[in-house]
């Protein structure tokens, strides 16, 4: 089970002034139970990229494969295939509307037709995964919580889908260090439950450091460096001049040390193993 995309490209605003080639000639797998971070330079692509593996946006040329499905082609299998791919968009505490924390969590699961038992599980279950307390929480209006809370809460609704594969656009995002740190660790607890594989969307390597096993580093919409942190991290040049600094050497051996997800060897672009 994976990801795959072969030769993606896609041109905004094509035959205007305005054309710009967002994503040229990408090619990926991402194997299921990884974590894969996407690293880039605002504009180098990444939330294109992103929008892709849900069918959100189409390719103007080349394939995204779920799980073997073309999801651009086809009935029944390319909407089932676009489900198994859960997105949380930047800020995507602005989305919430319901009353309670419950409803909001709720929506998506009962869209989905599932009994009120079975949905009820699933709140529980992710309102567990995000670090939010389900007795005290559930009752509260998501716009009474602190902003920390609110984008656990907006998570939660999309961890409750129980998605394959969870995509996460810049999580922490506008969040202060504390809120940042626990989100983070919830997200590696999360992985760590080994049913979701994660991709990361992420400028900073901070937040990449020590939960991913692999990162991609895109670059003017193109795949500049592929691999583990520790030799992502060595590739100073490409770092450069895609706008990313490396993290600080005593938190990488530490990484490295600790690490938590060794990155398996099929994950990586051949080129790169
Ligand atoms: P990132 O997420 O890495 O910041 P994007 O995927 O948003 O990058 O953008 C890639 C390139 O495509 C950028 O040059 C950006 O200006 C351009 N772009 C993104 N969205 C649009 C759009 N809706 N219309 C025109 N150009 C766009």
Not at 140 to 168: C, D, H, K, N, W
Request: glycine share 8%; hydrophobic share 40%; net charge neutral.
């Amino acid at each position: 089970m994976s990801i795959e995309i072969e030769n993606l490209t896609y041109t905004y605003m094509k035959k205007t002034p305005y054309e710009k080639d967002a994503l040229k000639n990408v090619n990926l797998k991402i194997e299921e139970g990884s974590f894969v971070a996407i690293a880039g330079h605002t504009g180098s692509g990444k939330s294109t990229l992103m929008q892709h593996l849900n069918g959100l946006i189409s390719p103007c040329s080349g394939t995204v494969k779920v799980d073997g499905v073309d999801i651009n082609r086809g009935g029944k299998e390319k909407i089932k295939a676009r489900h198994s791919v859960g997105m949380v968009f930047q800020y995507p505490e602005t989305q919430l509307f319901e009353e309670t924390v419950y409803a909001d969590i709720a929506f998506g699961p009962k869209n989905f037709g599932l009994e009120p038992d079975a949905v009820d599980k699933r709140v529980k279950k992710a309102m567990s995964f995000v670090g939010l307390d389900y007795e005290q929480y559930r009752d509260a209006s998501p716009f009474a919580l602190s902003g920390g809370q609110m984008r656990r809460v907006a998570i939660a609704g999309i961890v409750a889908l129980e998605p394959a594969y969870l995509v996460l656009d810049e999580p922490t995002a506008g969040l202060d260090p504390k809120a940042k740190h626990d989100l983070l660790e919830n997200i590696r607890a999360l992985y760590r439950k080994g049913n979701t594989t994660i991709i990361m969307v992420s400028h900073n390597m901070d937040d990449i450091i020590g939960l991913a096993g692999r990162i991609i580093v895109l670059h003017d919409g193109c795949v500049a460096a592929d691999g583990m942190p520790q030799d992502i991290f060595k590739k100073n040049d490409i770092l450069q001049a895609a706008g990313l600094r490396a993290p600080h050497l005593t938190q990488l051996l530490r990484q490295i040390n600790e690490q938590a997800f060794p990155v398996r060897s099929d994950c990586l672009n051949k080129s790169d193993a």
